[in-house]
Structures are given as C-alpha cells and as structure tokens.
C-alpha cells in the first residue's frame, strides 16, 4: 500500500512537470512529430482492420436481431452511433495501449536500465522535457485522428454488409448515417479520446523512466503499464459516458 501511494505521487508530479514544460512553451516539436509518425504509422494497419470487422460484424449482427422486428432499415443508425459514440473511441484507445503505448514504455524502459535518463540529467537535460513531453504530446494529435479514421472505415465496413446481404439502397444508408449522428454523439467520442490519450501516454510514460531490474524489469514494467491502460481506458470510459450522458442526455 506504502509504495503504491508513494508511485501514485511520483506520477503526479511527472504530469506536473509534464505540464510545466508544455505551458512554458519548452516543447521539443521535431520529435513530436517524429513520435506522431511512430505512433500513428505503427497504430493505423491494426485499427483499420479491426474497425472494418467491427463495422462489418455490428452490420450482420443488427440484420439478424433488427430483421426479427421488420427495422433492417435502422442498421445504418446502430453501425454509425455505436462506432462513434463507444467502440471507435474504445477500440482505438486499446490497440493504441498495445501498439504504440507498449512501445514507449519500452523505449523509455530501456533507457532508465541503460542509465541513458541519468545521462542526459549529466549533461544538464531533463529526461521529461526531452522525451516525456514529446511522447505524451504526440498521443494528443495521434488518436483523434485514428478514432476518425475508426468511425469512417466502421461505417464502410457496415455499409458494405447492408448493401450487400441486407439489401438497404446505398443512398438510403447514407441518408441514414448522416442524420443519425448528432453533436453531442460526436463529441462524446471526443471527449473521451482525449481523456484515454492522457491516460495512456501518462501510464507508459511514468512506467518506462521508473523501470527498475535491467532487461527483466523492462518486460514487467512494459506489461504492467499496458495491462494498466486497458483497465484504466475501460473504467473511465463509463465515468465519461455517464457523465456526457447527465449533462447533454440523448442530444
């Protein structure tokens, strides 16, 4: 209980620094931009495929269960505001853990084993202004950019089942899709996007710079701080829902 207490401190006082290099403009945008081609190249083959099977699979499931009530032509609508409302945000924010996430807390790990963090203390460098801050900044402008890329290749995904085996015209599909998605659906995502980008490049970041235990540790701590993400990006997703949900209701 001790040492986890005295880690939770320590994590806050890295996003503190975190947001004191940021806020005083000491922002090292070379590498952020490398780490958002890193992360994103890395991260865009998975979550393509998985959002077009989910598209695809959310498409069949509604023909079956809709088609039982005579309401195929409502397929559109269930493909388009579960993807946007829940499962490109979610989906995206999971192969991002296991993608990207993994790698950076990697990198970071090897580099606390190898002593290269203490190194650049030596020479007078911050470790979190010269690799935290890029990293965690680079989660920022990667997954919303994924979790669009998600919703549109989900809703293609769908519209290919629904025009292929459920028989819905193609400009009925599309009509529907539109007017399903309203702005607080959109935001929703959004919202919660942001919220998983801060707890991801958070979690792989502190676990990475205090990975103890030479090539072992960097294994466990990589693990630990992937395994974390997951439970972290699951709970706070239902804080957010319910939250999104008290202030703009069905909106």
Known sequence: MKDTI???GKAVC???DVLKYIVRGR???DEVFKQVYEQGVGSLIIVTLASAASGAVLAMQGQVMMGRFGAKEFIAQLVALSLVREMSPVFTALVFSGKAGAGMAAELATMSVNNQLQATRVMGVDPVEFFVVPRMLACFLVLPVLVVVSELVGILGGYFIAVTQAG??????????????????????FIKIFVFALL????????GISTTGGSLGVGRFTTAAVALCYVLVIVSNTFVTKMVLTFWGNG
């Open 6 to 8: 005295i880690g939770l």
């Open 14 to 16: 890295l996003l503190g």
């Open 27 to 29: 922002v090292r945008w």
């Open 168 to 189: 819905i015209p193609s400009s009925y599909y599309y009509y529907q899709t539109v007017h399903a998605i309203g702005y607080s659906d959109f935001f929703c995502g």
């Open 200 to 207: 991801i490049g958070w979690v792989c970041c502190y676990k």
